[in-house]
């Protein structure tokens, strides 16, 4: 098979590096093409494959109550270079799996370098790819460069729809106060390379927190351009400055709730609001600052964030910023295989398709370089059923958001994280083992671990395997 013509991906982050990876791990010639050094990017740092410009959290790593977490779950079972290397790199963070964010782009960027079948192209295709490349897959992001965009465009006769992302600080270790800040994560729950006291945390009293508030609510912010006015946010990175515009205790209950968390400098008295920061590199060096992410101009967020009690002193790695995003409709214009139903050629991964969040593109990433391997061989894919996490988020962004267009009303698709709102219902409530209705929390949880059994269970029917126990990986 290595002597047939080359799949091409266009994008190395998270989404195109495992696509790549997925495609030469089937025995196929791949080409990935990455524009970076030749030419930056507003957000990008370096020039490494799989570069976290954002957060440095792949979020919950637990496979039986989380989404997200059953996602990792079955990305390991299906072979993710994107997990493998998260893995390696991880850092404490309580429940979730985070990483050093330069481990793990070294990581998956010497294992495509090292792949047989991987070549990496470093240069930009700015336009629809050269007719002669019969199978390509899009992994572009968020910063999709002009010219291939408008070529998309064309194509689909429609426009792409668009928003903003922001980026928090990192904040350097040795600045924080830790006579007055402390380690624990919330709950004192332990997460995979954590012990349970994995993030640090800065109190607030009422004043304080209405204080920083009033302070966030008055801040200057970056401005925008004429043609960003009207772009929106994502709400699951909204800015904090955006997020205490809507109500004085919005971020209380939001990235600054203070539940689960005593205080050992004064164990007595209850913390009003929490500051919470998360190992940002394997070095413990680094923090940045949960939920931060900001529009605020840079000499702002020096100015306000040093009034958060423990941070007086901070010095800044990296200060927080904004990007715009950019996302097709996907469930007018890619079919269940991720193709473009306009030019079958191309695939389309990552956060272009409307997926949010850096497992979900690495995710969707995955299943585009297996079709594209797929169709490559001449075998036929099954598809994944939507009872999975993967199958879940791909039936989503391929045909299961509901559309008002038909009503005569604005098209909604919106970038969406996995979750288990997206999995089809259990045939059944689960039950207790007397047989009688459960309730609450119970019944919550018991709901999740239905959930996430159902789909163990599916992914190994369609791998062709037995099922792995519940706890297994």
Same mark, same amino acid.
């Given at each position: 098979m290595s002597g047939s013509n080359p799949i091409h991906v266009i994008g190395g982050g998270l989404a195109g590096s495992e696509a790549a990876w997925q495609i030469a791990e089937a025995g196929l010639p791949v080409v990935l093409h990455e524009m970076r050094p030749l030419r930056g990017t507003e957000a990008h740092r370096t020039e490494g494959l799989a570069e976290l410009v954002c957060s440095n959290s792949f979020r919950s790593d637990d496979a039986e109550l989380n989404a997200v977490g059953l996602l990792h779950q079955e990305m390991r079972r299906l072979g993710s270079l994107i997990m493998r290397a998260g893995d390696a790199n991880q850092v404490p963070a309580g429940g979730a799996l985070a990483v050093d964010r330069d481990g793990f782009s070294r990581a998956v960027t010497a294992a495509l370098d090292a792949h047989p079948l991987v070549t990496v192209a470093r240069e930009e295709i700015d336009g629809l790819p050269p007719a002669a490349w019969d199978s390509v897959i899009v992994a572009t992001g968020p910063l999709t460069a002009p010219g291939l965009a408008e070529g998309i465009r064309g194509l689909t006769g429609a426009e792409a729809l668009a928003f903003f992302d922001a980026i928090a600080p990192i904040v350097h270790r040795e600045s924080i106060d830790m006579g007055v800040a402390w380690f624990q994560s919330r709950y004192d729950k332990a997460g995979p390379g954590g012990t349970g006291a994995d993030y640090i945390n800065c109190p607030l009293d009422r004043e304080q927190y209405a204080a920083f508030v009033a302070a966030l609510v008055a801040g200057e912010t970056t401005a925008f351009?004429?043609?960003?006015?009207?772009?929106?946010?994502?709400?699951?990175?909204?800015?904090?400055?955006?997020?205490?515009?809507?109500?004085?205790?919005?971020?209380?209950?939001?990235?600054?709730?203070?539940?689960?968390?005593?205080?050992?400098?004064?164990?007595?008295?209850?913390?009003?609001?929490?500051?919470?920061?998360?190992?940002?590199?394997?070095?413990?060096?680094?923090?940045?600052?949960?939920?931060?992410?900001?529009?605020?101009?840079?000499?702002?967020?020096?100015?306000? !964030?040093?009034?958060? =009690?423990? $941070?007086?002193? /901070?010095?800044? @790695?990296?200060? %927080?910023?904004?990007? *715009?995003? #950019?996302?097709?409709?996907?469930?007018?214009?890619?079919?269940?295989?991720?193709?473009?139903?306009?030019?079958?050629?191309?695939?389309?991964?990552?956060?272009?398709?409307?997926?949010?969040?850096?497992?979900?593109?690495?995710?969707?990433?995955?299943?585009?370089?297996?079709?594209?391997?797929?169709?490559?061989?001449?075998?036929?894919?099954?598809?994944?059923?939507?009872?999975?996490?993967?199958?879940?988020?791909?039936?989503?962004?391929?045909?299961?958001?509901?559309?008002?267009?038909?009503?005569?009303?604005?098209?909604?698709?919106?970038?969406?994280?996995?979750? !288990?709102?997206?999995? =089809?219902? $259990?045939?059944? /409530?689960?039950? @207790?083992?007397? %047989?009688?209705?459960? *309730?609450? #929390?119970?019944?919550?949880?018991?709901?999740?671990?239905?959930?996430?059994?159902?789909?163990?269970?599916?992914?190994?029917?369609?791998?062709?395997?037995?099922?792995?126990?519940?706890?297994?990986?």
């Amino acid at each position: 098979m290595s002597g047939s013509n080359p799949i091409h991906v266009i994008g190395g982050g998270l989404a195109g590096s495992e696509a790549a990876w997925q495609i030469a791990e089937a025995g196929l010639p791949v080409v990935l093409h990455e524009m970076r050094p030749l030419r930056g990017t507003e957000a990008h740092r370096t020039e490494g494959l799989a570069e976290l410009v954002c957060s440095n959290s792949f979020r919950s790593d637990d496979a039986e109550l989380n989404a997200v977490g059953l996602l990792h779950q079955e990305m390991r079972r299906l072979g993710s270079l994107i997990m493998r290397a998260g893995d390696a790199n991880q850092v404490p963070a309580g429940g979730a799996l985070a990483v050093d964010r330069d481990g793990f782009s070294r990581a998956v960027t010497a294992a495509l370098d090292a792949h047989p079948l991987v070549t990496v192209a470093r240069e930009e295709i700015d336009g629809l790819p050269p007719a002669a490349w019969d199978s390509v897959i899009v992994a572009t992001g968020p910063l999709t460069a002009p010219g291939l965009a408008e070529g998309i465009r064309g194509l689909t006769g429609a426009e792409a729809l668009a928003f903003f992302d922001a980026i928090a600080p990192i904040v350097h270790r040795e600045s924080i106060d830790m006579g007055v800040a402390w380690f624990q994560s919330r709950y004192d729950k332990a997460g995979p390379g954590g012990t349970g006291a994995d993030y640090i945390n800065c109190p607030l009293d009422r004043e304080q927190y209405a204080a920083f508030v009033a302070a966030l609510v008055a801040g200057e912010t970056t401005a925008f351009k004429e043609w960003e006015a009207s772009t929106p946010y994502f709400d699951g990175c909204l800015p904090i400055e955006v997020m205490a515009e809507r109500g004085p205790e919005t971020l209380r209950h939001g990235p600054m709730k203070p539940f689960g968390l005593t205080n050992p400098h004064n164990p007595t008295v209850k913390a009003y609001a929490i500051v919470q920061l998360r190992q940002d590199n394997a070095l413990g060096t680094l923090y940045n600052m949960v939920g931060f992410q900001t529009k605020l101009r840079h000499a702002e967020q020096v100015r306000i !964030f040093r009034t958060i =009690p423990g $941070l007086e002193r /901070a010095e800044f @790695a990296r200060l %927080g910023g904004l990007h *715009r995003n #950019t996302y097709l409709d996907s469930p007018r214009l890619l079919d269940a295989t991720l193709r473009l139903r306009a030019a079958p050629r191309l695939r389309f991964a990552g956060q272009i398709t409307g997926c949010e969040g850096y497992v979900e593109s690495a995710a969707v990433g995955l299943m585009a370089g297996r079709f594209a391997a797929a169709e490559r061989q001449g075998r036929a894919l099954a598809p994944l059923p939507p009872t999975t996490a993967l199958g879940a988020l791909i039936a989503h962004i391929t045909g299961g958001h509901v559309s008002t267009e038909e009503v005569g009303g604005p098209r909604s698709f919106q970038p969406m994280n996995v979750n !288990f709102g997206l999995f =089809p219902p $259990l045939d059944c /409530a689960p039950k @207790a083992p007397d %047989g009688k209705r459960l *309730r609450g #929390t119970e019944k919550a949880q018991a709901k999740k671990r239905a959930l996430t059994d159902r789909a163990r269970a599916d992914l190994s029917a369609w791998l062709g395997e037995p099922g792995l126990p519940a706890a297994a990986e």
